[in-house]
């Protein structure tokens, strides 16, 4: 599993869109769905089987729009990261994404390089994530 932030609202098509160009894979290899659709998802394992990422994703608040939990990809979450960082530059869809640094996100395609910024859990709550530059 593998998670991040999208920081603007796009719809789920334009999620699945980004997974896409993330993953290299087929769009109709990419099943997203939102948290609240979950608790009623059922999908056949021969059609998980041909997944490659099933997404669920939670709207949040604060700095960002969406949490997205990736599910079923192949890759380590280093070739992940990089595919996101990647995609969301080229794309110009931001994104923050979890790095090594303690409670640090790479906030990528909102300007030429990625910036590294930190979560400010004081702030912040259930599904709420505030983002400052400094720890």
């Given at each position: 599993m593998f998670d991040f932030l999208i920081k603007y609202p796009i719809?789920?098509?334009?999620?699945?869109?980004?997974?896409?160009?993330?993953?290299?894979?087929?769009?109709?290899?990419?099943?997203?769905?939102?948290?609240?659709?979950?608790?009623?998802?059922?999908?056949?394992?021969?059609?998980?089987?041909?997944?490659?990422?099933l997404c669920i994703g939670t709207?949040?608040?604060?700095?960002?729009?969406?949490?997205?939990?990736?599910?079923?990809?192949?890759?380590?979450?280093?070739?992940?990261?990089?595919?996101i960082i990647a995609a969301s530059q080229t794309k110009q869809i931001a994104c923050y994404v979890p790095n090594d640094n303690w409670n640090g996100y790479l906030l990528t395609g909102s300007s030429p390089t990625p910036i590294q910024v930190y979560e400010d859990e004081e702030v912040a709550g259930e599904n709420k994530y505030i983002f400052t530059n400094a720890i």
């Open positions: 719809s789920i098509f334009e999620i699945r869109e980004f997974l896409a160009a993330v993953l290299n894979c087929p769009f109709d290899k990419i099943f997203v769905v939102s948290s609240e659709e979950n608790a009623d998802l059922e999908i056949a394992a021969e059609e998980l089987d041909k997944l490659c990422c709207q949040v608040e604060g700095d960002a729009a969406w949490l997205l939990n990736l599910y079923r990809i192949e890759a380590t979450d280093d070739e992940i990261e990089k595919r």
